[in-house]
C-alpha cells in the first residue's frame, strides 16, 4: 500500500494523551485559529465562521509519537490476516473500459459515478470491489460518524461544526475512503437513518441514529443490481446525489448531514431499465460484455482457481502491479488540477453534445473533467482528442433518447459524432 498510504502505521501524533493509541492512522488536533477567522456562513442553518480566502482553518500539530507494543502490532497483524480477502484490481483480465471508468472517479470523484451495466457473471461486483485497495486516504474528525472533512465545512457534520464554533480542539486522523454497500433488501430508515422520538420528547436532544448515506459520506456508495432497487430508495439516493445532503424528519423533528458520495451501480439490463432521473445522475456508463476470446475465458478461470485455492499468495503475486497502480492513481491526483484543455476542444465537445440532443448540461461538463482526468492517469498536462475519443462515449451513451426503432448501439452513434465534429 506504499503508493497510496503515506503516513507511518507505527506513530499517533496528539495534542494530548489518548487513552487507545490506534495504528490505524495518524491522528493531530484541530482548531480554529483565533483573531484570522472573518466573516460567517451559514451551513445547514448553523453560522459558521470562515476565514477570508482559500482557507477555512489552520492545524496544529504537536510532536508526540507513540509507539505500538508488540502485542498490539501483532494484533493488528491477525486482525488484518482474517478480514475476507478482496480480488486484486490489477488481477482483473479484460473488461478494461469498465476499469477505466472506475480509476477516473478515483482521480477525480467529481465525475460523478459510474453505472454498469452487462451480462451476469462478467465480474462487474468483483470489480468495483477490487477497488477498495486502491482508494486513496482522506483526514476526517476522529470518532466522527459522518467522515467530517476539518476544513470544509460543507462535509461537517452538526456536532463538529458546534463545536468547531465554540473553539473546542477536534483529534484528526487520516484514513482509507469508505465503500459502502448498499443491500437490496435496505429499509429506509437503514439507509437515511433514525430518530429516537422518545429519547428526543423526553429528554430534548435530538438522538439520531445515522445510516447507510452517512457512513458514505466523502466516499463510495455501491448499488449492485440498482436496476431492482425499491423506487422509494431511488429518490432518497438522487436526491443526496444531487444536494450532497441527507435529511431525515420524523414528528416534526428534522436532521440534516452531508451525504457526498461517488455513486457506483451495476446490474443486467435483461432485468430492468433504469429510469432516466437516476441514469443521467451516473457520470459514466460502462457496458461490459462476456469475454468471447477463448484462451482469454481459461486465463480467467485459472486466475480466479489460483484466488480461490490460496487467496494470501495470489494477492501477494499482483502485489507489485497493485503498488505502481497506487503511484499512478496519486501522481494523477496530485497533478489533476494543473492539466488543461484548448477552449477549442471545449466548444467541439458541446457542439457533439447539442448535436446529439442531450438534455442538460451534465454531459459537457462530465466529459471534460472525464478526459482532463485520463490526461492526468497518463502523466501528461494537457488533454488532446484522443482523451476525449476515449471517454465521450461513457459519458454521454446514457444520456441519448431511446428510439425504439434503432438499432444502432447509442456508444457507436456517439463515436460517429465525435470524429464527424473533431475532423
Not at 476544513?151 to 452538526?158: K, T
Not at 443490481?225 to 444536494?243: F, P, R, T
Not at 481459461?298 to 503475486?317: A, G
Request: hydrophobic content about 35%; glycine content about 8%.
Amino acid at each position: 500500500m506504499a503508493g497510496i498510504l503515506g503516513t507511518s502505521s507505527s506513530a499517533i501524533l496528539t495534542s494530548r494523551p489518548l487513552s487507545s493509541p490506534t495504528s490505524k492512522a495518524s491522528i493531530h488536533s484541530f482548531s480554529p485559529s483565533p483573531g484570522q477567522i472573518q466573516g460567517r456562513k451559514f451551513y445547514g442553518g448553523i453560522s459558521m465562521p470562515v476565514k477570508k480566502g482559500k482557507s477555512h482553518f489552520q492545524f496544529s500539530v504537536s510532536n508526540v509519537a507513540t509507539e505500538l507494543s508488540p502485542a498490539q502490532q501483532q494484533a493488528q497483524k491477525l486482525s488484518k490476516e482474517s478480514q475476507r480477502p478482496v480480488y486484486p484490481f490489477a488481477a482483473i483480465v479484460g473488461q478494461d473500459e469498465m476499469k477505466l471508468c472506475l480509476l477516473l472517479n478515483v482521480i477525480d470523484p467529481k465525475i460523478g459515478g459510474v453505472m454498469i451495466m452487462g451480462d451476469r457473471g462478467t465480474g462487474k461486483s468483483t470489480t468495483v470491489r477490487s477497488l477498495v485497495d486502491l482508494l486513496p486516504e482522506i483526514t476526517v474528525v476522529a470518532g466522527d460518524a459522518f467522515n467530517s472533512d476539518p476544513q470544509d465545512p460543507e462535509s461537517m457534520g452538526m456536532e463538529v461544526r458546534e463545536k468547531i464554533i465554540k473553539g473546542e480542539e477536534l483529534p484528526v486522523m487520516t484514513t482509507k475512503i469508505n465503500m459502502v454497500d448498499l443491500p437490496l433488501g435496505a429499509t429506509e430508515d437503514r439507509v437515511c437513518g433514525t430518530i429516537d422520538i422518545e429519547k428526543a420528547l423526553t429528554e430534548g436532544v435530538k438522538a439520531f441514529e445515522p445510516g447507510l448515506l452517512a457512513k458514505a459520506n466523502r466516499g463510495i456508495l455501491y448499488v449492485d443490481e440498482v436496476n431492482l432497487l425499491d423506487d422509494h430508495l431511488v429518490d432518497v439516493l438522487l436526491d443526496s446525489a444531487a444536494s450532497g445532503w441527507n435529511t431525515v424528519e420524523r414528528e416534526g423533528i428534522s436532521i440534516s448531514h452531508p451525504a457526498r458520495f461517488i455513486l457506483i451501480g451495476s446490474g443486467n439490463p435483461e432485468e430492468g431499465e433504469l429510469r432516466p432521473q437516476l441514469l443521467d445522475r451516473f457520470g459514466m456508463h460502462a457496458q461490459v460484455g462476456t469475454v468471447r476470446d477463448a484462451e482469454l475465458r481459461v486465463k480467467i478461470v485459472e486466475e480466479r482457481s489460483r484466488f480461490d485455492k490460496n487467496p494470501k499468495d495470489f494477492r501477494e503475486s499482483y502485489e507489485s502491479e497493485q503498488g505502481k497502480l497506487q503511484e499512478q492513481i496519486t501522481s494523477a491526483r496530485s497533478s489533476l488540477s494543473s492539466v488543461e484543455m484548448d477552449h477549442e476542444l471545449r466548444v467541439k465537445i458541446s457542439k457533439v453534445c447539442a448535436e446529439l440532443n442531450v438534455d442538460g448540461l451534465r454531459g459537457d461538463i462530465v466529459t471534460n473533467r472525464a478526459a482532463k482526468a485520463l490526461a492526468a492517469l497518463k502523466g501528461r498536462d494537457k488533454v488532446t482528442p484522443e482523451d476525449i475519443a476515449t471517454v465521450i462515449p461513457n459519458c454521454l451513451r446514457h444520456r441519448l433518447r431511446k428510439d425504439p426503432l434503432e438499432s444502432i448501439d447509442s456508444g457507436l452513434l456517439v463515436i460517429e459524432k465525435f470524429y464527424e465534429v473533431f475532423s
